[in-house]
């Protein structure tokens, strides 16, 4: 399996910025696909960006154009860059490894967006 760890989240203002990082136990180019998702309270968890091995990025409308997913292998981690933030972007944010050794979830790092 693959550990994964959240951190970075926090409260920030309106039109504010955080980055978040996801550090995996393993490398994190021999995962096929590193994502981030969120859940805000009562609502479904929804996707919100993708990075593949070979380093082809995606993203949810919702966040197109404000936020960004990057990597550095070598410390094995994954980050959310997350620009123009809205109270609506307020959730547990959660990052998942899909790979040979399964699906795996890291514990979340909450958002609030909030004046």
């Known amino acids: 399996q693959v550990q994964l760890v959240e951190s970075g989240g926090g409260l920030v203002q309106p039109v504010g910025s955080l980055r978040l990082s996801c550090a995996a136990s393993?490398?994190?180019?021999?995962?096929?696909?590193m994502k981030w998702y969120r859940q805000a309270p009562a609502n479904e968890r929804e996707f919100v960006a993708v990075?593949?091995?070979?380093?082809?990025?995606n993203y949810a409308d919702s966040v197109k154009g404000r936020f960004i997913i990057s990597r550095e292998s070598a410390r094995n981690t994954v980050y959310l860059q997350m620009n123009n933030l809205k109270p609506e972007d307020t959730a547990v944010y959660l990052c998942?490894?899909?790979?040979?050794?399964?699906?795996?979830w890291g514990q979340g790092t909450q958002v609030t967006v909030s004046s």
């Open positions: 990075i593949t091995s070979g380093g082809t990025t």
């Open positions: 998942k490894a899909e790979s040979i050794w399964g699906n795996n």
């Open positions: 393993r490398n994190i180019l021999s995962i096929n696909a």
